[in-house]
């Protein structure tokens, strides 16, 4: 495992890291999340971390499922927007060749669901091209008065 973890900036203050692209990899980025989270004054059991671990979860998820390219990790980046009371979290994966798609599960499906899991979570999310690969990003309130109303998707870029 590749340790890249960025110090504090005056603006934001994030985590970095680098993770194998595998559902063990997943499962880290989940825990690591709810720990930042606590650090950051988030306790485990709270709704913000609660809502950020399960959005870490899905991205995390499908960029291991379909992000992965043998042999090359996925980052996790959660930046604290103190000043918009907003986490954003970003998961970044070396397939750029593969769209984002919202499959229509059906009842009994047990996968297909985890865009729409981000959809009504986040307040607001998206994609980003990279020179490698892409980064699917969200944010979320760490509020209760600052919940969103509509959430939308943003455009790439």
Not at 68 to 90: M, S
């Amino acid at each position: 495992m590749n340790l890249e973890i960025s110090t504090p900036t005056t603006q934001t203050t994030e985590l970095v890291q680098r993770l194998s692209a595998t559902p063990r990899g997943a499962r880290l980025a989940r825990r690591l999340t709810s720990t930042q989270l606590a650090t950051w004054g988030y306790p485990h059991d709270s709704d913000p971390s609660h809502t950020a671990q399960l959005l870490v979860a899905e991205l995390a998820s499908n960029a291991v499922t379909h992000g992965r390219v043998p042999g090359r990790d996925f980052e996790l980046k959660l930046v604290l927007l103190p000043e918009r009371d907003t986490l954003r979290i970003e998961v970044s994966d070396t397939r750029g060749d593969r769209e984002l798609r919202f499959l229509d599960g059906g009842l009994e499906d047990e996968n297909g669901r985890g865009l729409v899991v981000v959809f009504v979570l986040s307040a607001r999310w998206g994609v980003a091209k990279r020179a490698v690969g892409k980064t699917v990003w969200a944010e979320i309130p760490l509020s209760a008065r600052q919940r969103p109303c509509p959430r939308r998707r943003v455009p790439e870029g």
